[in-house]
């Protein structure tokens, strides 16, 4: 049973940077989509960004695009999201997922992924 720790959350500057880590245990995540969503305090959780199944298709959200950047290790037990150009809209808790069973159409929908992590707060001052 694959288990997800979010890590790296903080208050940030806009216009700063951050990168926030997600580490695997019970397993490696080969062979899983991974993905970030984020929800801010009374909104829906929204999708960030997404690596597909084998790792070579990376997908983001509209709002974050060209910004963040999703990657893994090279044994894929840890998962990053670089985020750049900080805006105080990106504030939110974000959420690391995996699952092995995600087919490329459903990567941005939440309930395609089986495991998720506590979250992690980030917190974009104006």
């Known amino acids: 049973q694959v288990q997800l720790v979010e890590s790296g959350g903080g208050l940030v500057e806009a216009g700063g940077s951050l990168r926030i880590s997600c580490a695997a245990s019970?397993?490696?995540?080969?062979?899983?989509?991974i993905a970030w969503f984020r929800q801010a305090p009374g909104k829906e959780r929204e999708f960030v960004a997404a690596?597909?199944?084998?790792?070579?298709?990376?997908y983001y959200g509209e709002s974050v695009k060209g910004r963040f950047t999703i990657s893994t290790d090279n044994g894929k037990k840890t998962v990053y999201l670089q985020m750049t150009s900080l805006k105080p809209d990106d504030t939110g808790v974000y959420y690391c997922?995996?699952?092995?069973?995600?087919?490329?159409?459903?990567?941005?929908?939440?309930?395609?992924?089986?495991?998720w992590g506590q979250g992690t707060q980030v917190t974009v001052s104006s």
């Open positions: 690596l597909s199944r084998t790792g070579g298709y990376q």
């Open positions: 997922t995996a699952g092995n069973r995600v087919i490329t159409s459903s990567l941005r929908s939440q309930n395609a992924y089986d495991h």
């Open positions: 019970g397993g490696t995540l080969r062979g899983y989509a």
